[in-house]
């Protein structure tokens, strides 16, 4: 086959959609750390997670072993909704750069939700469903994650309750409307409904909220109330399995055409659309198969990979959650007001975590104008307006391109577009103003943070 007759989009037809995920776990010789517990630092085990997640998602929270696991019937129909996910060779782009690299990209907006959420929620939702639940709990800061899990929830007949970070319930209504169409309740967090909510309020009053308090809200609503779990969005083995299908579509679109990347890029927030981008392609490097470059891509306002610990620490700032051992910049750590990237999480998956400690990927970080002077390239060449999240990939592939440009070397960039940014033009307005500034924490306020660090 030529460089000609590819495409500007592969699709792959219906029935190509994956029918198994692959578990990325079970060809890793280090295996990612087990979640322990916050109070004796103690690894824990299926019985001692049942009061927060669904049975079936802690099997596979835990399954370091079993390669691929199928897809259940009902999910592979959800999934045809609005999969396959076209895989797009940028053309435009290459041409606009002048670059003799080849350029493909993984869209993953083209759902309700506008993210790659959708992936995991409608799975997480099906085994609550399947377990006789009555609904599930959750957090989300600007809202993708709770957009998904709302639609998910809609589909199947569940309860939704969705803590929203105060700030964004306040200053991003379009998302937290769209949940509430698809029938979920969004409370403002931290709210006066919780224990932890009052606490938290009492001791900081005024607070406009963060993601960790926002998690520890949902956690004890989900367990202090009969027929209710805790689903989460990021971070977890579980959630990195099931967008696995990302990488597998891209994977399968790229064979038909004989192609292999040379280097493979993610943008990386708690690591889920980068630990599924990345995962079947990983597990040839693993096996010894086949070699290639993936970095993940984070903000140089929230480093957790290229400026973090790997070590223990809490996921939620209530500290009532599982501990992970992962790359973080302490759970105390709040990203500066000014950063408007998305991506702000103190911690990242395990799994990336571990990936990235035994030297198996790279990790860059990239200033937000830097970010969005890329998206905005993208957004005039490629005629899609991406996510701020997801222009962080962006940003490196056109950095590789260019590096190619250089040396005249036409490399293979696979990188993942994990969605759309209709909702983010606050953010657009700030930089198309001149307004945006970048913002680095200094290794004083990090080590701050890490002095809090959990200690076992
Ligand atoms: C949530 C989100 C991310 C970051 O989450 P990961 O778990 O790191 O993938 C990236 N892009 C978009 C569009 C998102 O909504």
Same mark, same amino acid.
């Given at each position: +086959?030529? #460089?000609?007759?590819?495409?500007?989009?592969?699709?792959l037809?219906?029935?190509?959609?994956?029918?198994?995920?692959?578990?990325?776990?079970?060809?890793?010789?280090?295996?990612?750390?087990p979640?322990?517990?916050?109070?004796?630092?103690?690894p824990?085990?299926?019985?001692e997670?049942?009061?927060?997640?669904? =049975?079936?998602?802690?099997?596979?929270?835990?399954?370091?072993?079993? *390669?691929?696991?199928?897809?259940?019937?009902?999910?592979? =129909?959800?999934?045809k +909704?609005?999969?396959?996910?076209?895989?797009?060779?940028?053309?435009?782009?290459?041409?606009?750069?002048?670059?003799?690299?080849?350029?493909?990209?993984?869209? #993953?907006?083209?759902?309700? &939700?506008? &993210? %790659?959420? /959708?992936?995991?929620?409608?799975?997480?939702?099906?085994?609550?469903?399947?377990?006789?639940?009555?609904?599930?709990?959750t957090?989300?800061?600007a809202?993708?994650?709770?957009?998904?899990?709302?639609?998910?929830?809609?589909?199947? $007949?569940?309860?939704?309750?969705v803590y +929203?970070?105060?700030?964004?319930?306040?200053?991003? !209504?379009?998302?937290?409307?769209?949940?509430r169409?698809?029938? @979920?309740?969004?409370?403002?967090?931290?709210?006066?409904?919780?224990?932890?909510?009052?606490?938290?309020?009492?001791?900081?009053?005024?607070?406009?909220?963060?993601?960790?308090?926002?998690?520890?809200? *949902?956690?004890?609503?989900?367990?202090?109330?009969?027929?209710?779990?805790?689903?989460?969005?990021?971070v977890?083995?579980?959630v990195?399995? %099931?967008?696995?299908?990302?990488? /597998?579509?891209a994977?399968?679109?790229?064979?038909k055409?004989g192609?292999?990347p040379?280097?493979?890029?993610?943008? @990386?927030?708690?690591? &889920?659309? /980068?630990?599924?981008?990345?995962?079947?392609? +990983?597990?040839?490097?693993?096996?010894?198969?086949?070699?290639?470059?993936?970095?993940?891509?984070?903000?140089?306002?929230?480093?957790?990979?290229?400026? $973090?610990?790997?070590?223990? =620490?809490?996921?939620?700032?209530g500290?009532?959650?599982p /501990?992970?051992?992962?790359?973080?910049?302490g759970s105390?750590?709040? !990203?500066?007001?000014?950063?408007?990237? $998305?991506?702000?999480?103190?911690?990242?998956? !395990?799994?990336?975590?571990?990936?990235? %400690?035994?030297?198996?990927?790279e990790?860059?970080?990239?200033?937000?104008?830097?970010?969005?002077?890329?998206?905005t390239?993208?957004?005039?060449?490629?005629?899609?307006?991406? @996510?701020?999240e997801?222009?962080? @990939?962006?940003k490196?592939a056109?950095?590789?391109?260019?590096k190619?440009?250089?040396?005249g070397?036409?490399?293979?960039?696979?990188?993942?577009?994990?969605?759309?940014?209709?909702?983010?033009?606050?953010?657009? #307005?700030?930089f198309?103003?001149?307004?945006?500034?970048?913002?680095?924490?200094?290794?004083? #306020?990090?080590?701050?943070?890490?002095?809090?660090?959990?200690?076992?």
């Amino acid at each position: +086959m030529t #460089e000609q007759n590819i495409p500007y989009k592969i699709y792959l037809s219906e029935n190509e959609i994956p029918k198994q995920w692959y578990n990325v776990r079970a060809d890793m010789k280090q295996k990612p750390a087990p979640l322990a517990n916050p109070a004796t630092g103690e690894p824990l085990g299926f019985e001692e997670l049942r009061p927060v997640f669904c =049975d079936e998602l802690i099997k596979q929270e835990l399954d370091n072993d079993t *390669a691929y696991i199928d897809i259940p019937q009902e999910i592979q =129909d959800f999934y045809k +909704m609005y999969r396959p996910a076209p895989l797009v060779r940028a053309y435009c782009l290459e041409k606009a750069l002048d670059t003799p690299a080849k350029i493909y990209y993984k869209f #993953e907006g083209n759902n309700t &939700s506008g &993210s %790659h959420k /959708l992936n995991s929620a409608i799975v997480q939702a099906y085994y609550a469903k399947q377990q006789g639940l009555k609904g599930v709990t959750t957090e989300t800061g600007a809202g993708q994650w709770g957009t998904a899990l709302s639609m998910a929830c809609a589909y199947l $007949g569940l309860d939704c309750r969705v803590y +929203m970070v105060k700030v964004s319930y306040e200053q991003k !209504p379009f998302r937290r409307e769209v949940m509430r169409t698809y029938g @979920a309740s969004v409370v403002a967090s931290p709210s006066m409904e919780t224990e932890i909510g009052r606490k938290i309020n009492a001791e900081h009053p005024g607070t406009t909220g963060s993601l960790g308090c926002a998690i520890s809200e *949902a956690v004890e609503v989900a367990v202090s109330n009969p027929g209710y779990r805790y689903v989460l969005g990021s971070v977890l083995n579980q959630v990195l399995l %099931h967008q696995s299908v990302i990488g /597998l579509e891209a994977k399968a679109a790229l064979d038909k055409y004989g192609v292999t990347p040379d280097i493979i890029i993610g943008c @990386a927030g708690g690591g &889920s659309n /980068l630990g599924g981008l990345i995962s079947p392609f +990983m597990g040839e490097k693993l096996r010894g198969e086949k070699d290639y470059r993936f970095i993940a891509v984070e903000p140089a306002s929230c480093p957790s990979l290229t400026r $973090g610990v790997f070590a223990y =620490d809490f996921c939620d700032t209530g500290m009532i959650c599982p /501990l992970a051992k992962m790359y973080t910049l302490g759970s105390n750590f709040i !990203p500066s007001a000014n950063h408007a990237g $998305g991506l702000r999480y103190h911690g990242m998956s !395990p799994v990336v975590s571990q990936l990235y %400690h035994d030297g198996y990927m790279e990790a860059v970080s990239v200033e937000q104008t830097a970010v969005f002077e890329a998206a905005t390239k993208f957004a005039r060449v490629e005629g899609i307006l991406p @996510a701020p999240e997801s222009s962080h @990939a962006i940003k490196a592939a056109i950095d590789e391109a260019m590096k190619c440009k250089e040396t005249g070397e036409a490399k293979t960039i696979l990188f993942g577009l994990t969605g759309t940014g209709y909702f983010d033009l606050v953010a657009y #307005e700030k930089f198309n103003n001149k307004q945006m500034v970048d913002y680095i924490p200094t290794d004083e #306020e990090l080590q701050a943070s890490f002095a809090k660090l959990p200690k076992f």
